[in-house]
C-alpha cells in the first residue's frame, strides 16, 4: 500500500517552455501532497503543500506565478514549471499525506532539464 | 524555521562496518520518521517512531527515538552495499521537517 506515482520521471524542455508534472496517489486518499525540489546529495527542499480543493501554500522564496500547483482531487496534484528557464533545472519530488497518519509517502521523483 | 540536523553529512565506510547517524533538534516532535533514498528515486520510508525512548528494529538497523522527543539515532550493524544512499530523517509535529540529510556510500 502507500504507493504514490509521478510522470514524467524526466523531461527535457528548452527555455521558455511550460512543464507540466503530475503525482497520483494510487491506493489511498491523499488529502495532502507535497512538492520538493532537491539537489545532488543534499535534503529536500520543501516548495509548497497543498490540500485537495483548496489553493497551495508556497514556502518563502517560491514563486507561486511560476510554479503553479493545483490539487484537484484527492490522487492527483499537478505542477507546472511555466517559462522554464535553466536554473528550473532540479530533481522534482512530490510526497502524499493521508488524513490523521504522519508519515509521507513519495513519489520516484522527475528529472527535469532546460535546455 | 525548525531545523533537523543529521551527522555526519558525508559517510564512507568498507563493507561489514557498524555506523551511527544522528539527527538533532532543539524542538520536540510528535513522531519522527527516517527515510533512505537511492540515486535518482524518491525517499522510502523505513520507520516512524512516536515514543520518547522507542527503539525499533528493522533487520539491521537499529532506531531510537530520544526520551525527549527531540532526537534520533539510526545504527547500521554490518553494513552493505545495498545500504548506499542518502539517508534523511524527518520530524512532524503540525508541519513535517527534514534533516540535513547524511551519504552513505558502504564500499565493496
Known amino acids: 500500500g502507500a504507493v504514490v506515482s509521478q510522470h514524467p520521471s524526466w523531461v527535457i524542455c528548452k527555455s521558455g517552455t511550460s512543464v507540466k508534472i503530475e503525482c497520483r496517489s494510487l491506493?489511498?486518499?491523499?488529502?495532502?501532497m507535497f512538492w520538493y525540489r532537491q539537489f545532488p546529495k543534499q535534503s529536500l527542499m520543501l516548495m509548497a503543500t497543498s490540500n485537495e480543493g483548496s489553493k497551495a501554500t508556497y514556502e518563502q522564496g517560491v514563486e507561486k506565478d511560476k510554479f503553479l500547483i493545483n490539487h484537484a482531487s484527492l490522487t492527483l496534484s499537478t505542477l507546472t514549471v511555466t517559462s522554464a528557464h535553466p536554473e528550473d533545472s532540479s530533481f522534482y519530488i512530490c510526497s502524499a499525506q493521508d488524513r490523521g497518519y504522519y508519515e509521507q509517502y513519495f513519489g520516484p521523483g522527475t528529472r527535469l532539464t532546460v535546455t | 524555521t525548525q531545523l533537523l540536523e543529521q551527522s555526519p553529512q558525508f559517510l564512507s565506510i568498507q563493507e561489514g562496518e557498524n555506523l551511527t547517524v544522528y539527527c538533532n533538534s532543539s524542538s520536540v516532535f510528535s513522531s519522527l520518521q527516517w527515510y533512505r533514498q537511492e540515486p535518482g528515486e524518491g525517499p522510502v520510508l523505513l520507520v516512524t517512531v512516536v515514543t520518547g525512548g522507542e527503539v525499533k528494529k528493522l533487520k539491521r538497523l537499529t532506531f531510537q527515538f530520544g526520551d525527549a522527543r527531540k532526537d534520533s539515532s539510526l545504527h547500521i550493524t554490518a553494513a552493505q552495499p545495498g545500504d548506499t544512499g542518502l539517508y534523511l530523517c524527518a520530524g512532524a509535529d503540525n508541519q513535517f521537517y527534514f534533516g540535513t540529510g547524511t551519504s552513505l556510500t558502504v564500499i565493496p
Open positions: 491506493d489511498f486518499q491523499a488529502t495532502t
